[in-house]
């Protein structure tokens, strides 16, 4: 029980670090300072944050126009998604 709980904790604290860079990012652009690069996000979103990212890129219409986000980071969901149902159902 307690392994579910540190995946959960994972899981929950990556999506919070994907929705938060999504918001820095977004601020940097706005001053013209330097960004974070896009494989970070990408990274990020394979090690299971795609769905705080998706979330920040809608919340602050950040990288909306990038196809490769608007329909990478969609599949990334459900891998992710699958992936945690998954371990949830077989580490119990």
């Known amino acids: 029980m307690e392994d579910l709980s540190s995946i959960m904790l994972y899981f929950i604290g990556v999506n919070i670090v994907g ?13 013209q300072k330097y960004r974070i ?6 990274a990020l979103a394979v090690l299971g944050s795609s769905i705080g990212t998706y979330i920040g890129m809608n919340t602050f219409r950040h990288k909306t126009k990038h196809r490769s986000f608007l329909i990478g980071m969609p599949l990334l969901m459900i891998v992710n998604i699958a992936s945690l149902i998954y ?3 077989f580490m119990s």
């Open 87 to 89: 371990v949830l159902l």
């Open 37 to 42: 690069p896009e494989r970070t996000f990408w």
């Open 19 to 31: 929705f938060a860079l999504m918001y820095i990012d977004k601020q940097k652009a706005i001053k």
